[in-house]
């Protein structure tokens, strides 16, 4: 069952792609103002979770519905305007290379609203020093480190405001000390401003770390879910298996 406080809610979805049935019947909800995470294996349909939220795939049946709508019945432009209240950050950061970090930054600001220059930098400035990237606003992307493109990515994220906030695999191809610093952030953040966060990842240590609530996906299901301490001691087939890098 969903819960009706749920700021994301999932009830009995299914979506294939021709004949590969992805989810099959899944049923989970995102608690407000928490991080969520997601775990799986490859191809168990973490993505696909995650288009279905911003509205990019639509379910085969089912409901999803995220900030109290049924995402399945917006129309085009109920879609963008549910989008502007979710940011994301991008497995390989999707910076825009030929744009200065304040540039990036600044994207969906001078995109989606009329706020004056002024304004503007300013909301960059802010964003920045919550990411701890002050100082960096004339700095191409290609003069950062993995980790500070990470930041100045997530500082384009949370620009916005969003309500919601999806990590996609945030610490893929990081050295160790970086992983620590993006779960650093992750976790600044949630306690800088009130958002709702979902991580999708395959990394058990960051998910114990940062995670309210962790969720395993396996065979298109919620094989598992429960609170990091739930997880870490669990002695269900599944949550072993997954640890042991077998599934």
């Known amino acids: 069952m969903v819960s009706d406080g749920a700021v994301i809610q999932f009830e009995d979805v299914h979506k294939s792609f021709d004949e590969n049935h992805v989810l099959r019947g899944l049923t989970f909800d995102v608690p407000k103002g928490k991080v969520t995470t997601i775990l799986g294996p490859s191809g168990s349909g973490k993505s696909v979770l995650l288009k ?4 990019v795939l639509k379910a085969d ?15 085009r432009g109920g879609v963008q305007v549910l989008r502007k209240r979710i940011g994301v950050l991008f497995q390989s950061s999707a910076l825009f290379d030929s744009m200065s970090v304040l540039e990036n930054v600044a994207f969906g600001l001078r995109m989606h609203t009329k706020m004056p220059e002024e304004e503007v930098r300013a909301k960059v400035a802010e964003c920045l020093r919550r990411v701890n990237l002050s100082g960096v606003e004339d700095m191409a992307p290609g003069e950062l480190s993995g980790g500070m493109r ?26 160790p000390k970086t992983t620590n ?3 650093d952030l992750i976790l600044d953040i949630q306690g800088q401003i009130d958002i709702t966060a979902i991580v999708v990842t395959h990394d058990m240590p960051l998910a114990l770390r940062i995670s ?7 065979r298109g299901v ?6 990091p301490k739930e997880i870490e001691t669990s002695e269900e087939d599944i949550i072993r298996r997954f640890v042991r890098g077998e599934l």
């Open 212 to 218: 309210d609530k962790i969720a395993l996906i396996y």
């Open 61 to 75: 049946s089912g409901t999803v519905r995220v900030l109290g709508q049924d995402v399945a019945r917006l129309n």
């Open 150 to 175: 990470k930041r100045a990515a997530l500082a384009r994220a949370i620009a916005m405001d969003p309500a919601i906030i999806l990590y996609d695999e945030p610490t893929t191809g990081l050295d």
């Open 222 to 227: 919620i094989a598992s879910q429960g609170t």
């Open 181 to 183: 610093v993006v779960g």
């Open 52 to 55: 279905h939220i911003i509205g």
